[in-house]
């Protein structure tokens, strides 16, 4: 493929996702709140149609699809969407609504929260996967050929590709956050680097970063055929996922960008909830100083996406052994105690023979 003969006009970062413990930088992202507005003479049925639409924004959220399956369980959940708030209010709102002959109709803000445990009921019952809402914030590179410039304030841009990109990855619960964005940035990596997903030259800015992944975009316009086409790459250690869209706009190339680290980061966080099959994990926990800490600790495991049941088979001073039933394989589950952060996982050495077992050291 001929390298492109174009300079980073600019260039946006954020954190993606750090495999290292101690390095994750983690938001608790708001996964069940959404909100709309309704005409303020909207009967019974538009209100459920709403309700109905803002349930699906907040099942594609917790589950990281973008496109949800079809299945019974989600069906019957769209018929009685209402029953699954655990509260909702009305505020002011200043828009209008047409009617059916056009006139402006006053409005409603209607502000929703549904009820998690209900949300992954269904989710489960759909044999879709939850995924936590402890999440990774995204570190993006995204370039864009000469003439197209991107604003190297991210935040409070109004340029389509960066509105786009922190539009869809809120509805997405896709944390972001921004670098400095200063010379050094754009010097760093150049457009023929982000095209081609140079995973050596990507990995400089990340070490910058201290990233261990990178999702890098490039988006631009084909003169052409008038299209727009954003290729994309996921850069994890030495592995890297490549996909290249082809879109009538700016907003679909970018929301496929989104959508791919979405998809890679809940299939390593999702966890099926309700599962049939479960996995026992034994392990360890050091510093454990009074009876406060061994209830938080077994808070703590409780509530981490997945967990059966919690059970601690001895306790020695300030050590105690555990062992917790979780729909999640030991993989998965070291990822999701990685995420939380509160059980550092310390080396061990097994006695010839034996399996090593596992043993962490809770953080307060």
Do not use: K
């Amino acid at each position: 493929m001929m390298r492109m003969q174009h300079t980073v006009r600019s260039l946006v970062c954020g954190l993606l996702l750090v495999l290292a413990p101690m390095a994750l930088a983690v938001e608790r992202v708001s996964l069940y709140e959404t909100e709309r507005i309704i005409a303020q003479s909207a009967g019974e049925s538009r209100q459920v149609e709403v309700v109905a639409d803002a349930l699906d924004e907040v099942l594609r959220r917790v589950s990281g699809l973008a496109q949800l399956p079809e299945h019974e369980a989600l069906d019957a959940a769209r018929e009685r969407p209402i029953d699954l708030l655990s509260r909702f209010s009305l505020g002011d709102s200043d828009e209008t609504i047409p009617d059916a002959i056009g006139n402006p109709q006053p409005t409603y803000r209607l502000e929703l929260i549904f009820e998690s445990s209900l949300i992954h009921q269904i989710l489960g019952a759909a044999e879709i996967p939850v995924w936590t809402e402890r999440r990774p914030r995204s570190l993006i590179v995204l370039a864009a050929p000469d003439g197209q410039r991107i604003d190297l304030q991210p935040e409070n841009s109004q340029v389509d590709a960066v509105t786009h990109l922190r539009d869809h990855a809120r509805l997405s619960g896709l944390p972001l956050s921004w670098p400095l964005l200063d010379l050094e940035d754009t010097m760093l990596v150049s457009t023929d680097e982000v095209w081609g997903g140079f995973t050596e030259e990507l990995l400089m800015l990340g070490e910058r970063y201290q990233a261990d992944a990178i999702l890098a975009g490039y988006v631009g316009l084909q003169p052409d055929t008038g299209n727009w086409v954003g290729r994309w790459h996921y850069i994890l250690g030495n592995q890297r996922t490549s996909s290249t869209y082809f879109g009538e706009t700016q907003q679909e190339v970018v929301q496929r960008g989104v959508e791919l680290a979405t998809r890679v980061l809940s299939d390593r966080y999702g966890v099926l909830v309700g599962s049939d099959e479960t996995h026992t994990h034994t392990f360890n926990v050091m510093n454990l100083g009074n009876m406060e800490t061994h209830v938080a600790v077994r808070r703590y495991l409780r509530d981490v996406i997945g967990t059966d049941a919690v059970y601690m088979d001895s306790l020695n001073g300030d050590r105690a052994s555990y062992r917790v039933t979780s729909a999640a394989d030991e993989t998965q589950w070291l990822d999701l105690l990685a995420l939380e952060g509160r059980l550092q996982l310390v080396p061990t050495v097994a006695a010839f023979g034996e399996s090593p077992r596992l043993e962490f050291v809770w953080r307060d």
